[in-house]
């Protein structure tokens, strides 16, 4: 399976932009970039995906880099509730999603 | 996005007893559905995939005996935990493939049945 590496934990303070990285050295032409994040006792929410350009929704923005071995997800001010655990995920084919150990976000008021 | 249901959203058994889960695509059909087991403080860990009119297939470790996955229709997925046992006490999660009109399917996940078997 193609392979994800993130840090454990990243803090932020409120109202700050966060840039969370992610490194796919292992990633094939095809797979699309997947982010996802959790919050306590909950399922995991679709925050956005990508497979070459830069990607903007309203929750967050992908920039994934020009050799796609990497990609950072921003968010450009940081909540309160945007604590959780933000997963980075490779879609091999459109097919199942495995998820490593992502990154526990701490955001300070 | 698209909504995703489970129910129930928690259940506590006794040992021995078997509990059923349902997952539901709420507003979009799911030709496909996974199920999820995640341990406290762990990630999700895939259990098996489930594809609507056909027999799941189980990740290398999940007893397909123990863990029944039935996809009946195109929105309803159930897993049932067959004589539970205190170490099946997990928060399992379920989701949906949307094969929407975007160039990728997206998957939806349902809120998570927290699953206590004492």
């Known amino acids: 399976d193609a392979k994800t590496t993130q840090p454990n934990s990243m803090e932020s303070n409120e109202e700050e932009p966060v840039h969370l990285p992610c490194n796919h050295s292992t990633i094939s032409g095809t797979d699309y970039i997947h982010w996802y994040r959790q919050l306590p006792s909950q399922g995991p929410e679709y925050v956005i995906h990508?497979?070459?350009s830069n990607v903007n929704n309203r929750m967050a923005s992908l920039a994934i880099a020009e050799d796609r071995k990497s990609s950072t997800l921003i968010l450009h001010r940081a909540t309160l509730r945007d604590a959780a655990v933000y997963y980075c995920?490779?879609?091999?084919?459109?097919?199942?999603?495995?998820f490593g150990a992502g990154t526990r976000l701490t955001v300070k008021p | 996005g698209a909504v995703v249901s489970q129910h129930p959203s928690w259940v506590i058994c006794k040992s021995g007893t078997s509990v059923k889960i349902e997952c539901r695509s709420l507003?979009?059909?799911?030709?496909?559905m996974f199920w999820y087991r995640q341990f406290p403080k762990q990630s999700l860990m895939l259990m098996a995939t489930s594809n609507e009119g056909s027999k799941a297939t189980y990740e290398q470790g999940v007893e397909k005996d123990k863990f029944l996955i039935n996809h009946a229709s195109l929105t309803l997925s159930t897993l049932t935990v067959t004589s539970a046992h205190p170490e099946d006490s997990s928060f399992y999660i379920c989701s949906a493939l949307d094969r929407g009109a975007s160039s990728t399917d997206t998957q939806y996940f349902g809120p998570g049945t927290r699953l206590t078997v004492l």
């Open positions: 507003d979009f059909q799911a030709t496909t």
């Open positions: 995920i490779l879609r091999v084919n459109n097919n199942d999603m495995r």
């Open positions: 990508g497979l070459t």
